[in-house]
């Protein structure tokens, strides 16, 4: 059997015996690494099998697959973006233009949202001790249900958020008729000078952008300058979307699930008073 050990090595003054290198690249040369490399850079995202097979190594174990490419790299998820096309791109641009000078402290940013009972997919990860079972959770079916509700955010406050009810239709007369109960009350309560300096936001969603709604918007008496004109495509230029991130750690941040929609929405209106 051939020993683990080869030739002594001096270490300051002391000869101490090296122990070789097992398992780990000792059948692949250096011309078989850049290969790898060179077919992972092509080819991200791809199983070990397969960039393996592309680097002409189709007999390399799993085991010896995996510890390769960890010393080259690292597991990732693809990245989501917007479809952005050229058009979008000048319109962005433009709405930057026209809203350079804007006092974005004055802008109501508005958003609906959707919280299920199992929660996203995302939280259920996280690090478990060696030796330790992994905690089990429930997967059912569209989540297992859940609520939409609906928020704003203007300065340093918050809006709401408001749910919506149980089987709500999320069409025109349906978002005006909650914009009605929901907004309008605190709407109506500001100033006229706050009024005239305020600045309603929301995206282009069909049930937002129908000639019924804008024509609703424009009856309670946000009009003109009043509406900003929001480009297509600009999910991530909208800050509510930080505060559905940092609600949603909130709600489930410790693995939470629930049994009820109401549980739910209990634990959500606590959360946004904490925050």
Not at 3 to 29: A, D, I, M
Not at 126 to 147: E, F, K, N, S
Request: proline residues 5%.
């Amino acid at each position: 059997m051939r020993s683990p050990y080869h030739s002594k090595v001096c270490n300051e003054g002391k000869f101490e015996r090296e122990k070789r290198q097992t398992g780990l690249f000792t059948s692949l040369r250096d011309r078989d690494i850049n290969r790898i490399k060179l077919v992972l850079s092509r080819n991200p995202h791809k199983s070990s099998n397969e960039i393996f097979q592309a680097a002409g190594m189709p007999n390399v174990p799993k085991s010896t697959r995996c510890r390769v490419l960890r010393t080259l790299g690292k597991v990732k998820a693809m990245e989501k973006r917007p479809a952005l096309t050229k058009k979008h791109k000048e319109k962005r641009l433009e709405w930057a233009w026209a809203y350079m000078k804007q006092d974005f402290s004055k802008v109501l940013f508005t958003d609906e949202c959707r919280a299920t009972l199992d929660g996203p997919d995302s939280w259920a990860s996280g690090w478990v001790l060696h030796g330790c079972p992994p905690a089990t959770c429930l997967r059912r079916q569209q989540g297992g249900g859940g609520v939409m509700f609906w928020a704003g955010i203007i300065g340093k406050e918050v809006l709401g958020p408001f749910r919506a009810a149980d089987g709500f239709k999320l069409d025109s007369k349906g978002y005006c008729s909650f914009l009605n109960e929901n907004f309008i009350p605190w709407f109506s309560e500001k100033s006229e000078d706050e009024k005239k300096t305020f600045v309603f936001q929301q995206d282009n969603a069909p049930s937002h952008a129908s000639k019924h709604t804008k024509s609703w918007i424009k009856d309670s008496g946000i009009e003109g300058a009043k509406l900003m004109d929001w480009p297509s495509q600009t999910p991530d230029l909208n800050p509510i979307g930080h505060y559905w991130s940092i609600l949603m750690k909130e709600v489930y941040g410790s693995g939470g699930q629930y049994n009820t929609t109401n549980e739910l929405w209990t634990t959500i209106e606590s959360a946004s008073r904490r925050i």
